[in-house]
């Protein structure tokens, strides 16, 4: 007679091995014959059934063959299941880095970026474009970095007709680990210092998490012109930009006791660098006019 199991006959005397969602036969070197098994057998589960016509018996060579061929196919299981919980772990391990991030600021010496400048925004009734072009060439000292901005080409309209101004280069000063401290130059008119702060991105001291908010307070800059601020940084994960790899941010800048308020997407290099950002702004006080700007800047690096 033959034996069943779950309706499929088999014929042989076999040995299964389970391997994942299916069973893996190990058959003799004999003439036994054994279909498709249940794949949900247990382990080492031996099937007696009957001999094929031909009544050819199991030899003990035979027998240890298949034993061994048995044993192997457990090893390489065992081992492909370390292997993949390895590989859970590598994974884990990555994606747990890539959600952590810490942004040195960092220039070299006499290193120098190109940039253009954009700027949409509604002053004493009037509708003012603003554009420039400009150079940022940078000195490092032992103590803090100088950087110099020079426009070429910056060019203000207001309500469609030309606006002189008067701009001179900005001198921004950066301490050792890259904070901002002072802030002189840019267009007489429209309080220079002030309109730097807009598009400038500030690089917290530690550590930022994926989608969480990092705040922090910066005390009054008699310098810079500013009272105390607060800072809201928001790490949103890493974009490609012009073919390379950046740190996507959002960042909220308030000042206490103004109307002056910053917020914008900024996309960053490790080392702190601008690539481009936009940023919405208001309470920008422009001196000339005696009242608060509010509007757009959108500032990019070129190549």
């Known amino acids: 007679m033959s034996s069943r199991y779950d309706g499929i006959q088999c014929l042989g005397k076999v040995r299964q091995v389970e ?10 070197r004999s003439n036994w014959r054994c279909k498709k098994v249940d794949p949900y057998r ?9 001999k094929s016509r031909r009544r050819i018996g199991m030899q003990p060579d035979a027998r240890r063959m298949g034993n061994a061929g048995i044993r192997f196919m457990e090893i390489q299981m065992t081992q492909f299941r370390f292997a993949g919980i390895a590989a859970i772990l590598m994974l ?8 952590k991030i810490k942004i040195e600021p960092k220039w070299d010496k006499d290193s120098k970026a190109k940039y253009s400048l954009k700027g ?13 072009t400009s150079m ?7 103590s803090d970095t100088t950087i110099t901005i020079h426009s070429d080409d910056l060019k203000v309209e207001a309500n469609g007709n030309d606006v002189p101004v008067q701009a001179s280069d900005y001198k921004v000063t950066l301490d050792k680990k890259g904070a901002l401290t002072n802030v002189e130059g840019g267009i007489e008119q429209a309080n220079g210092p002030r309109m730097f702060l807009i598009t400038h991105f500030f690089a917290p001291s530690g550590e930022l998490t994926k ?3 990092s705040k922090w307070e910066m005390p009054k800059n008699e ?29 909220v800048v308030k ?30 006080n422009i001196p000339v006019v005696g009242v608060d700007a509010s509007g757009t800047f959108k500032l990019t690096l070129r190549d």
């Open 19 to 28: 391997a994942a969602s299916f069973l893996v036969v190990r058959r003799c």
């Open 223 to 251: 310098k810079l012109g500013t009272a105390a601020m607060t800072v809201e940084t928001t790490y949103m994960g890493e974009e490609e930009v012009g073919g390379k790899k950046v740190l996507k941010i959002k960042q």
């Open 136 to 142: 940022w060439t940078a000195g490092v000292s032992d």
């Open 211 to 213: 989608d969480a908010t």
């Open 255 to 284: 000042e206490t006791g103004s109307e002056f308020k910053s917020e914008g997407t900024f996309f960053v290099t490790k080392d702190g660098h601008t690539v481009k950002c936009d940023v919405k702004f208001g309470g920008w």
């Open 120 to 132: 949409s925004f509604e002053v004493g009734g009037q509708q003012v474009e603003m554009t420039a």
């Open 42 to 50: 247990h382990n080492n589960l031996t099937v007696n059934v009957q």
């Open 92 to 99: 884990a391990a990555y994606s747990s880095a890539q959600d």
